[in-house]
T-cell receptor
Framework: AQTVTQSQPEMSVQEAETVTLSCTYDTSESDYYLFWYKQPPSRQMILVIR??????QNATENRFSVNFQKAAKSFSLKISDSQLGDAAMYFCAYRSAMNYGGSQGNLIFGKGTKLSVKP | DAGITQSPRYKITETGRQVTLMCHQT?????MFWYRQDLGHGLRLIYYSAAADITDKGEVPDGYVVSRSKTENFPLTLESATRSQTSVYFC???????????FGEGSRLTVL
């Protein structure tokens, strides 16, 4: 079974600085997707960025970028020029690309990293 | 409005009572999911549905029942609520082409 591990329960960053959130996963599959979701105090789950495992190029969305290391099974999120609105819980998630018996299309989540942004 | 909506947003009930959390999506996505979120556990899958009338258990299904008579609705029922079911519940649907999950706003359930 696949697992996702976020080893940093809490992180803190100064406004305008850069912070990196760690995520590792365990899988025997070669084709899958990885996601970072943001959950602000409003509770809404917001997709930050998505990475397809077959793509070597790291995904980027504005100030958010990932460092995807497939061999190491690592998927870290870098937030540049941190803003107060970035303060939230961040979840790393894994989804198999295979459609087979089981929780098809289900995301497997890490336990989350709570990010605080200091003004 | 297009999207995925959950109701109620907040619910307080007593042990032993039946509770139903509603989930409605307007995209006609085939796959829908129910998760619960608890501190220290992240989000865990309760049940999922691949299409109308097709449902299956996830990681933590005990004490829950689902149905899916229509593609757009996926209610979650706690037949006899227990304190351990106090949690925040999220409904989600899976995008057809992107594969990402779109989440509702969550339902906070407290069982006294």
């Amino acid at each position: 079974a696949q697992t996702v591990t976020q080893s940093q329960p809490e992180m803190s960053v100064q406004e305008a600085e850069t912070v990196t959130l760690s995520c590792t996963y365990d899988t025997s599959e070669s084709d899958y997707y990885l996601f970072w979701y943001k959950q602000p105090p409003s509770r809404q789950m917001i997709l930050v960025i998505r990475q397809e495992a077959y793509k070597q190029q790291n995904a980027t969305e504005n100030r958010f970028s990932v460092n995807f290391q497939k061999a190491a099974k690592s998927f870290s999120l870098k937030i540049s020029d941190s803003q107060l609105g970035d303060a939230a819980m961040y979840f790393c998630a894994y989804r198999s690309a295979m459609n087979y018996g089981g929780s098809q299309g289900n995301l497997i989540f890490g336990k989350g990293t709570k990010l605080s942004v200091k003004p | 409005d297009a999207g995925i909506t959950q109701s109620p947003r907040y619910k307080i009930t007593e042990t032993g009572r039946q509770v139903t959390l509603m989930c409605h999506q307007t995209w006609s996505h085939s796959y829908m999911f129910w998760y619960r979120q608890d501190l220290g556990h992240g989000l865990r899958l309760i049940y999922y549905s691949a299409a109308a009338d097709i449902t299956d258990k996830g990681e933590v299904p005990d004490g829950y029942v689902v149905s899916r008579s229509k593609t757009e609705n996926f209610p979650l029922t706690l037949e006899s609520a227990t304190r351990s079911q106090t949690s925040v519940y999220f409904c989600a649907s899976r995008g057809t082409y992107t594969g990402e999950l779109f989440f509702g706003e969550g339902s906070r359930l407290t069982v006294l």
